[in-house]
């Protein structure tokens, strides 16, 4: 019986019969049907060809093949959830870094400073009323208390900011779950944590078991405390995470909250790196997802070498395409 076309082996002749332009020259195979773009490599060609430095761990999983051809798991970058949410995560990381941190700095930089207290300038003492020396001491004491006037105002400002960007964190974050789990048909019009919760559900452990959740739940606790100002989610954030709770503080119901976080540059950091491993961790226990394979086992990956290599022989000035 006559092999299928597809599950034909070529030859080195075969190969070498391709153009150049052609990604067949170098073992990639691919079609492309609306958005759906499909790719197989013949491995020993693909590396042959273009001499790929590919580490231990991708020529393992390329080995583990049992057919000849290597066919990548997925076709695009975004078809691994793994790596929708650390787009994400690292877009947030790149607004806090390179635009929000410079604005609180800015934003404090605009809060008149007190200016200095000089003695000539009481008028008390001017007229004659009081001495040098109690003029020096009220000079003193209005230079504190316009000094604290001027670090609460700050700190009003500043932990302001903070807790507008951790809204903004959070929503961000929290979007782009309900957009995964909507893809995985995981939750329907409404969203909780008890969806992304239940996605565990026949897994070798609860997503609460995950080394990196304390983070997830750590955002959540802020985000009600801070969009609620109640009695509960303060409660709630106490006891699970007193260590970002003054101390000696007495919260009354009402009060905004974020007076009484201790907030701060490294909270926020830690905060988008504890997502950031939750999220791997998360995709690898509910999806299968490895994320150091997801960075290159996808159709596209492969595609995009063997066309940089083409466009290296074809193009070797790298002229762009209007002249």
């Known amino acids: 019986m006559k092999k299928e076309r597809s599950k034909q082996k070529l030859t080195k002749e075969d190969y070498d019969n391709f153009s150049y332009e052609d990604t067949r020259h170098y073992g990639l195979f691919y079609s492309k049907n609306g958005d759906e773009f499909k790719v197989k490599i013949d491995p020993i060609r693909f590396c042959k060809s273009l001499d790929g430095d590919f580490s231990e761990s991708v020529i393992k999983t390329i080995n583990a093949r049992k057919t000849h051809y290597f066919y990548p798991r997925k076709n695009e970058y975004y078809d691994y959830n793994c790596n929708v949410f650390e787009t994400m995560i690292n877009d947030i990381k790149d607004y806090w870094k390179n635009h929000y941190q410079s604005l609180i700095i800015t934003a404090k930089n605009r809060i008149e400073k007190p200016k200095k207290e000089n003695i000539s300038d009481n008028m008390l003492f001017m007229q ?11 000079n ?55 969806m992304l919760y239940s996605t565990a559900i026949g897994k070798k452990c609860k997503v609460a078991e995950l080394s990196s959740f304390r983070y997830y739940d750590m955002l959540y606790c802020l985000w009600n405390f801070i969009k609620h100002n109640s009695m509960s989610t303060y409660d709630k954030l106490k006891a699970n995470f007193p260590e970002l709770i003054y101390d000696n503080a007495e919260y009354k119901q009402g009060i905004p909250a974020f007076s009484f976080i201790k907030l701060s540059d490294e909270l926020i950091i830690s905060l988008l790196d504890g997502c950031s491993s939750f999220f791997k961790e998360y995709c690898n226990l509910v999806f299968d997802e490895d994320y150091e394979e997801a960075q290159w086992n996808y159709g596209k990956f492969f595609y995009d070498q063997v066309r940089e290599e083409i466009e290296l022989i074809t193009n070797p000035l790298g002229l762009p395409f209007y002249l």
């Open 140 to 194: 003193r004491m209005e230079g504190a208390i316009n000094q604290y006037k001027y670090e609460t105002n700050c700190k009003r400002l500043v932990d302001n900011l903070y807790a507008s960007f951790i809204h903004h964190m959070a929503s961000q974050i929290e979007s782009v779950t309900v957009y995964v789990l909507n893809r995985e048909n995981a939750m329907k019009d409404t969203f909780n944590r008890n």
């Open 128 to 138: 004659g009323i009081i001495d040098y020396d109690e003029a020096n001491e009220m």
